[in-house]
C-alpha cells in the first residue's frame, strides 16, 4: 500500500508540548504548571445562559459570519477597550477559537513561498500554521533583555524581499511580554515602508497587568494593514467553549471568510450564545480572575528569583519566562529532570522555538497554594544541582 499521509502533513514537526504530558499522565501527585489555560471554571451565568439557549432549541448552525448581536457587542467593546473600530457587518467574523482565526488568516493572505516573520520564543502553532499554508516561517529573534519585545533592529535585520506578514502576539505565550505604544510606534514605519501585513493575536490583551494593552490596529497606519485576533479563552476562561474572533479590513475579512465558510460554516451556536453573555454581564468575573492573576505572578516570580531561577517580571499573560542557564542543565533535561525528580511539569522553552532555549515556560493560572508547593520543590531540585 501506499504511503497515503501528505508530504505537508508528514514534514510538519509535532509540537515540543506534548511528549512531555505523555510522560505526566504516568505519574502521581504531579503540579502542572505545562498546560496554559485558566484554572477557573467559567462563570457559571455564562454556563447557563448557553444551556438554557440549548434549552430553548437554538442548536442550529448560526450565520457564517456568526450572530449579529455578538458581532455588536465585540465591535463596541473592542472601540471601548482598545480604541479600534471594525464594523459588526462587514469586517468581523466570529471564529471556533482563535486557532480558527489564526488558521484562516494565514491562509487567507499567504501564498506559496512567503515569508512570515514570527517572533522566537512563540505560541507553538505559529510555524504549523505558517507551513500549513505553504508559507515560509522566518524568526525574529527577541530576548529578555529586551522585555521579549520586536526591536526596530530586529525587524529590520530579519526582513527580506520575500516578506509579507508579520505575525505578532502580545502579551505573549510564552515569555508574558507586552508591546506598549511606544513599542508599536517604533516599529509601524518599517512594517508600512515595508509593505507588511500584520496579523495580531491578541487572545491575552486582558491580561495586560501593567497599564492598557495596546491593539496593533489602534497604532496610526496600522489598521488598513492589521488582522486582528481575539477570543474568550483565556479572560473569561472559556478554552473549551471554542470562541474567538477575526477583524480586519472588507477584502481581508471576505477573503477569511470564504475559507470559514467550506471548513467551518460557523462557530458553536451554544457557546455564542455564551460569549453574548460574557460581554453583558461577565466583566465583575473576569475582572476578579484578572486581579488573581496578578498575585499569583506578583508571589511566583519573586519564588523562582528567591531560588536561584531568575525572571523577568512578566507584563502580561500567564506564563513566567525564567532562565535555567545557571542549573547547568539544558532547558529539556531541566523539565525532565524537574519532572521525574519533583513531580512538577514545566515546558522547556526550545518547544517555543530557538531562542527558547534555556528557559522554561511555567504557567501560573494555578492556585496559590499549588504555586508555593511548585517553588518549594523547584528550590530543591534546584538546590540538589549544586550539591
Ligand atoms: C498565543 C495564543 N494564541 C492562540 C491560542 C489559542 O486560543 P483559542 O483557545 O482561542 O483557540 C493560544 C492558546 O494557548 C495562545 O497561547
Not at 526596530?152 to 505604544?181: A, Y
Not at 489602534?218 to 476562561?237: C, H, P, Q, V
Not at 534555556?358 to 534546584?382: M, N, P
Request: net charge negative; glycine share 8%.
Amino acid at each position: 500500500m501506499r504511503n497515503f499521509v501528505s508530504r505537508m502533513a508528514g514534514e510538519l514537526p509535532p509540537s515540543g508540548i506534548r511528549k512531555f504530558f505523555d510522560l505526566l499522565l504516568t505519574m502521581d501527585n504531579v503540579i502542572s504548571l505545562g498546560v496554559g489555560e485558566p484554572d477557573f471554571d467559567t462563570p457559571w451565568n455564562i454556563s447557563q445562559v448557553a444551556i438554557s439557549s440549548i434549552e430553548k432549541g437554538m442548536t442550529m448552525y448560526t450565520s457564517n459570519r456568526g450572530l449579529a448581536e455578538l458581532r455588536e457587542l465585540l465591535s463596541a467593546d473592542l472601540d471601548q477597550r482598545y480604541h479600534t473600530k471594525y464594523c459588526p457587518e462587514t469586517e468581523m467574523i466570529v471564529t471556533t477559537g482563535v486557532s480558527e482565526g489564526l488558521d484562516i488568516a494565514v491562509r487567507a493572505v499567504v501564498d506559496p513561498g512567503d515569508e512570515v516573520l514570527v517572533v522566537d520564543p512563540c505560541f507553538v502553532s505559529y510555524q504549523a500554521e505558517v507551513l500549513m499554508a505553504g508559507g515560509r516561517p522566518k524568526t525574529l529573534p527577541c530576548s529578555a533583555q529586551d522585555g521579549f519585545k520586536v526591536t526596530p533592529d530586529v525587524l529590520m535585520e530579519s526582513i527580506t524581499p520575500k516578506s509579507k506578514v508579520l505575525l505578532l502576539n502580545f502579551p505573549t505565550n510564552p515569555t508574558g511580554g507586552v508591546m506598549g505604544k511606544d513599542d508599536l510606534q517604533a516599529i509601524a514605519d518599517i512594517i508600512i515602508d515595508h509593505d507588511l501585513l500584520v496579523i495580531s493575536d491578541e487572545v491575552y490583551a486582558e491580561l495586560t497587568y501593567d497599564g492598557h494593552h495596546v491593539s496593533t490596529a489602534a497604532i496610526d497606519g496600522l489598521w488598513e494593514r492589521t488582522i486582528t485576533l481575539n477570543g474568550f479563552s483565556k479572560a473569561y476562561a472559556m478554552t473549551g467553549w471554542r470562541l474567538g474572533y477575526l477583524c480586519a479590513p472588507k477584502e481581508m475579512t471576505d477573503a477569511a471568510l470564504k475559507i470559514h465558510q467550506y471548513v467551518m460554516m460557523s462557530a458553536p451556536t451554544a457557546s455564542q450564545f455564551a460569549g453574548i453573555e460574557a460581554l453583558k454581564n461577565g466583566e465583575e468575573a473576569k475582572n476578579e480572575m484578572i486581579a488573581e492573576y496578578r498575585i499569583r505572578r506578583n508571589l511566583f516570580v519573586k519564588g523562582l528569583n528567591d531560588v536561584g531561577l531568575p525572571c523577568h517580571l512578566p507584563k502580561g499573560a500567564f506564563y513566567a519566562f525564567p532562565s535555567v542557564e545557571g542549573t547547568g542543565l539544558s532547558d529539556e533535561e531541566f523539565a525532565e529532570r524537574l519532572l521525574r525528580e519533583q513531580h512538577v511539569a514545566v515546558v522547556p522553552g526550545s518547544a517555543f522555538g530557538k531562542n527558547g532555549r534555556g528557559h522554561v515556560r511555567t504557567c501560573y493560572a494555578v492556585d496559590r497554594a499549588k504555586l508555593s508547593e511548585a517553588v518549594r520543590r523547584i528550590g530543591i531540585f534546584v538546590e540538589s544541582l549544586h550539591s
